[in-house]
């Protein structure tokens, strides 16, 4: 998840342990870009793809 405002960013990869809900991943990307107390309808939230690979050791 990205969120933004202006040239603020706060970025959260998926699957992060201890991060169960979407509120919970949009509290912590508004807190990474410094936009706590901005409300939800005023940022833009944008959502990606993670491709993972694990190596065989």
Do not use: C, H
């Not at 040239?7 to 201890?18: A, K, T």
């Not at 919970?24 to 833009?44: F, M, P, R, Y």
Request: proline residues 2%; charged residues 25%; aromatic residues 6%.
């Amino acid at each position: 998840m990205i969120v933004s405002k202006g040239w603020q960013r706060g970025l959260l990869l998926p699957n992060l342990e201890g991060v169960n809900t979407v509120e919970e991943q949009l509290t912590i990307a508004k807190q990474k870009a410094g936009l706590s107390g901005v409300s939800d309808e005023n940022v833009q939230i944008q959502r990606f793809t993670v491709a993972r690979y694990k190596q065989n050791d």
